[in-house]
């Protein structure tokens, strides 16, 4: 069982930047893989990207490929999403989710999920 807890969230203007954190439970962290999904008004929830349990593998969509970074300290157990050079378009709840089986892009292949935080990007 894991539970997640995202944080850093808020209001930027385009062209900023934010740092999400995903805080995780338990003491077998390292073994999921971790991704990041967001949620716009009206939209479906999209796959941003994730990270394997060890950390050294790292996929992202294509909208954000070049300006998020996602990374993870085990001893920790937290994984970051840095988002530079945001955009309006990037406005959303941006959620944390951990699997240990998957290693995917669909919401369906993960196991637990955080609260989500919310992103707004201003004009």
């Known amino acids: 069982q894991v539970q997640l807890v995202e944080s850093g969230g808020g209001l930027v203007q385009a062209g900023g930047s934010l740092r999400l954190s995903c805080a995780a439970s338990?003491?077998?962290?390292?073994?999921?893989?971790t991704g990041w999904f967001r949620q716009a008004p009206g939209k479906e929830r999209e796959f941003v990207g994730s990270?394997?349990?060890?950390?050294?593998?790292?996929e992202y969509a294509d909208s954000v490929k070049g300006r998020f970074t996602i990374s993870r300290d085990n001893a920790k157990s937290t994984v970051y999403l840095q988002m530079n050079s945001l955009k309006p378009e990037d406005t959303a709840v941006y959620y944390c989710?951990?699997?240990?089986?998957?290693?995917?892009?669909?919401?369906?292949?993960?196991?637990?999920w955080g609260q989500g935080t919310q992103v707004t990007v201003s004009s």
């Open positions: 338990g003491r077998t962290f390292r073994r999921y893989v």
């Open positions: 989710a951990a699997s240990i089986t998957a290693w995917g892009a669909f919401p369906i292949e993960y196991n637990y």
């Open positions: 990270i394997s349990g060890s950390g050294s593998s790292t």
